[in-house]
């Protein structure tokens, strides 16, 4: 499995983006779909998720501002990203799983999002 994110940038404070990520290959039966996010000296966290039926999980300081959702081919994952906070400031990475329990993912190659001023 592949998986091609895009979307990120530059953006001000208060702002929006939409980071899209698209998997390629063998997708039958993906699910889980989300991002995590990483700033610079600290560990990878995850900011969304969705599974194949819909549920949605949010690390709290995304939660009222950040929207993760799914194509209905349930091979794309998005996340509506308002109201962005310079602490947002990251790299984003799209993954995959086949199964919630699984230790392993498939991962997007990453995508800056940087809010600023």
């Not at 310079?86 to 086949?98: I, L, M, N, Q, S």
Request: charged residues 15%.
């Amino acid at each position: 499995v592949q998986l091609q994110a895009s979307g990120g940038g530059l953006v001000q404070p208060g702002g929006s983006l939409r980071l899209s990520c698209t998997a390629s290959g063998s997708v039958s039966s993906l699910n889980v779909m989300g991002w995590y996010r990483q700033s610079p000296g600290q560990q990878r966290e995850l900011v969304a998720a969705i599974t194949s039926n819909g549920s949605t999980n949010y690390e709290d300081s995304v939660k009222g501002r950040f929207t993760v959702s799914r194509d209905n081919a349930k091979t794309s994952v998005y996340l509506h990203m308002k109201s962005l906070k310079p602490e947002d400031t990251a790299v984003y990475y799209c993954y995959a799983k086949r199964r919630p329990w699984d230790t392993s993912a498939f991962w997007g190659q990453g995508t800056q999002v940087t809010v600023s001023s």
